[in-house]
């Protein structure tokens, strides 16, 4: 009964002065609102980035380089203690660029747990020529189904479609801008020249757009068939495997589960970008900091009011230790106080950190194929933003409630 | 039949140490009877204030010893001191001190659901016949600040009478009150005294108050003088 009575004066104390609650719980909304907003906004941001990198980028490559530089035939032959060696100009003689046994390492792939896709790829950088013009830029001969799987290409098609490269065997799909730059529209043709100079000419039957730059300016899609068949390799050749796992976060653990299988260089995305991986480190970390100063200064806020109202009933809290009441009564009496601002706070918080992020969704933002400003939200941050809410309420009514419990009565009771 | 001790103190000492040092308690020694009546009284400045402080366990800053109800209450912590003087000890003070923003009824049941061995429509009950017996019928409701000075001060008296504490302690209960309530008073603390044992003991400056006391103490610079 005790407890109950403390808490009942606690409740008087905050509807007594229903102004001050109000301003105290709105420092607590205010913080974890914006706890909200910023988190939901910063993922949106991320997850709009990801989405656009990722349609061009798989979660682990798979392709062959030489990287042996040091190589050195006659080192063996001779005592080096005794022999100095000089070669000039060396050069690589017996290089095979990209996979041979392309198949058997799909295979291989497709075997482990957590893929989501596989593809294969042969990458060639052509000239594209069209008339008089003429554009550098890469060839990519894919497997159509697989590839789409992988990047959701098909969905980037503007004009004809994608598995229009299935029906037409000499069929090519261009970025718009380089299509611009050629000047040429669909069923027209293009003649592609390669590094080995063979030359074919292919018709345009689809053109995508990426809203990458760079993409858009300088790819075009064969069916892998025809690729390899420009380049003269053989039906099991590929320049690059591209894979795709269940999470993207997992790549370390992935990529030492399948080196052993396989005799070439494996990259993840994350090396392959890491200015991608920085830039969405660096955007939550903002985030985090600028919430946190948020709560931080709503939790000064809070201090000072629980300050206040305990200075301003300093002669109650004498005469209830007077009547009987404990440090640790006068403590629940004021921490219940805390802790009443602070869940409702936070609870209001929630519910207009919510709201203001979906007003924010639709804000007009027409850049790199987004629509509105994004938003993504988490039940983790709204989770957090609750607790740490609460808990800044209580640490900060904690130090003032420490200072009432300590009162002495006779001192504020004598005057 | 020989009378049970209420308050006992022995050789008690105490120090103003600001703005100087300065000896306020120079050795008092007193018992007081189970249902006495008592008044302290005394020139400003001669202790006796600082002397109930004492008595009513809130101040610990002492030499000496005190027992209540033949409890040694000298040394006990802090919360120790508030359970006690929750159960055993009523207070009435100079500026009646009610909390201005509850009713005139949920300060006076407030020590009692503190203490808690009643049921709340119990102490309410108890509440509203104190309220009455002090000539405060109609103003249970009312907020305390919302009281005059004399209607305050007989809330606080009413407050301090809800635990049936075995001891009463008054630093000038009547101060605020007319002779007309001032006599009502002195009548219930007396009636306390003779019908339910109840030990009584307030600082006064009101001869006519202290003159309807059983016993006087006189106090001057430290010391008892009768």
């Known amino acids: 009964m005790a407890k109950s009575t403390n808490i009942q004066i606690a409740r008087v104390h905050l509807t007594s002065k229903i102004g001050q609650t109000f301003v105290a719980v709105l420092g607590v909304t205010f913080g974890v609102s914006m706890y909200i907003f910023?988190?939901?906004?910063?993922?949106?941001?991320?997850?709009?980035?990801?989405?656009?990198?990722?349609?061009?980028?798989?979660?682990?490559?798979i392709y062959n380089q030489d990287s042996r530089n040091d190589y050195n035939p006659i080192a063996s032959q001779v005592d080096r203690t005794k022999t100095v060696i000089n070669i000039s100009n060396r050069k690589s003689i017996q290089y095979t660029t990209g996979l041979k046994n392309s198949s058997a390492i799909?295979?291989?792939?497709?075997?482990?747990?957590?893929?989501?896709?596989?593809?294969?790829?042969?990458?060639?950088?052509?000239?594209?020529?069209?008339?008089?013009?003429?554009?550098?830029?890469?060839?990519?001969?894919v497997e159509l189904k697989s590839e789409d799987e992988l990047y959701?290409?098909?969905?980037?098609?503007?004009?004809?479609?994608?598995?229009?490269?299935?029906?037409?065997?000499?069929?090519?799909?261009?970025?718009?801008?380089?299509?611009?730059?050629?000047?040429?529209?669909?069923?027209?043709?293009?003649?592609?020249?390669t590094s080995a100079g063979v030359s074919k000419n292919y018709i345009v039957v689809g053109i995508f757009e990426s809203n990458l730059k760079t993409m858009d300016e300088t790819?075009?899609?064969?069916?892998?068939?025809?690729?390899?068949?420009?380049?003269?390799?053989?039906?099991?050749?590929?320049?690059?495997?591209?894979?795709?796992?269940?999470?993207?976060?997992?790549?370390?653990?992935?990529i030492k589960k399948i080196a052993p299988l396989i005799p070439y260089q494996i990259e993840s995305w994350q090396e392959a970008n890491e200015q991608l991986v920085a830039g969405s480190e660096l955007r939550n970390i903002i985030a985090i900091a600028v919430s946190l100063t948020i709560l931080l200064v709503a939790g000064f806020g809070i201090y000072n009011i629980m300050t206040m109202t305990i200075n301003e009933k300093i002669k109650e809290i004498a005469?209830?230790?007077?009547?009987?009441?404990?440090?640790?009564?006068?403590?629940?009496?004021?921490?219940?106080?805390?802790?009443?601002?602070?869940?409702?706070?936070?609870?209001?918080?929630?519910?207009?950190?919510?709201?203001?992020?979906?007003?924010?969704?639709?804000?007009?933002?027409?850049?790199?194929?987004?629509?509105?400003?994004?938003?993504?939200?988490?039940?983790?941050?709204?989770?957090?933003?609750?607790?740490?809410?609460?808990?800044?309420?209580?640490?900060?009514?904690?130090?003032?409630?420490?200072?009432?419990?300590k009162i002495d009565p006779v001192i504020i009771i004598r005057g | 039949m020989e009378k049970a001790i209420s308050i006992e103190i022995r050789n008690l000492i105490k120090y103003f140490y600001e703005p100087e040092k300065f000896?306020?308690?120079?050795?008092?020694?007193?018992?007081?009877?189970?249902?006495?009546?008592?008044?302290?009284?005394?020139?400003?400045?001669?202790?006796?204030?600082?002397?109930?402080?004492?008595?009513s366990t809130m101040d610990t800053d002492y030499e000496g010893s005190l027992h209540i109800n033949g409890d040694m209450l000298t040394g006990k912590t802090q919360n120790q001191l508030a359970a006690f003087r929750n159960e055993h000890i009523g207070f009435v003070f100079q500026f009646h001190y009610l909390l201005p923003e509850f009713s005139a009824l949920q300060n006076v049941m407030l020590p009692a659901l503190k203490l808690g061995k009643l049921s709340v429509e119990e102490i309410e009950y108890k509440a509203y016949?104190?309220?009455?017996?002090?000539?405060?019928?109609?103003?249970?409701?009312?907020n305390a600040k919302r009281l005059s000075g004399g209607q305050q001060q007989r809330v606080a008296i009413a407050r301090a009478l809800i635990n049936s504490p075995s001891v009463i302690m008054g630093d000038e209960p009547t101060g605020n009150l007319d002779t007309k309530n001032s006599r009502a008073v002195q009548d219930i603390f007396k009636q306390l005294a003779q019908e339910y044992g109840q030990t009584i003991i307030c600082v006064t400056h009101d001869p006519d108050f202290a003159n309807n006391t059983d016993r006087i103490i006189e106090m001057q610079d430290g010391l008892i003088l009768s």
């Open chain 1, 38 to 61: 910023m988190n939901s906004f910063m993922n949106g941001v991320n997850k709009a980035q990801d989405d656009l990198a990722f349609r061009a980028l798989s979660h682990i490559r």
């Open chain 1, 106 to 141: 799909v295979s291989a792939i497709k075997k482990t747990t957590d893929v989501v896709a596989v593809s294969r790829q042969v990458n060639s950088n052509v000239f594209f020529r069209s008339g008089s013009k003429q554009v550098n830029g890469v060839v990519s001969g």
């Open chain 1, 152 to 193: 959701k290409t098909a969905e980037t098609m503007i004009q004809g479609e994608w598995n229009n490269l299935i029906t037409y065997k000499s069929g090519i799909i261009l970025g718009k801008l380089l299509a611009e730059k050629l000047g040429l529209k669909i069923n027209n043709s293009i003649n592609v020249l």
């Open chain 1, 219 to 254: 790819k075009a899609y064969l069916n892998i068939a025809a690729a390899r068949q420009l380049i003269g390799e053989s039906s099991d050749y590929a320049s690059d495997i591209m894979v795709n796992i269940r999470d993207r976060e997992n790549t370390v653990s992935y």
């Open chain 1, 319 to 405: 005469i209830m230790k007077a009547l009987g009441f404990s440090g640790k009564d006068i403590m629940t009496i004021f921490l219940t106080q805390a802790n009443v601002i602070g869940i409702f706070g936070a609870i209001v918080g929630a519910i207009l950190g919510y709201g203001i992020s979906l007003l924010i969704n639709l804000v007009p933002f027409t850049i790199a194929g987004m629509e509105t400003l994004p938003i993504f939200f988490q039940t983790q941050d709204f989770l957090l933003a609750v607790c740490f809410g609460i808990l800044t309420t209580l640490i900060a009514g904690y130090l003032p409630s420490r200072k009432a419990s």
């Open chain 2, 23 to 55: 000896q306020v308690l120079k050795g008092v020694s007193f018992t007081v009877n189970k249902g006495e009546f008592l008044s302290i009284v005394g020139k400003s400045g001669s202790g006796k204030s600082t002397l109930l402080y004492v008595l």
């Open chain 2, 129 to 142: 016949e104190s309220l009455r017996l002090l000539d405060l019928k109609g103003q249970e409701l009312k």
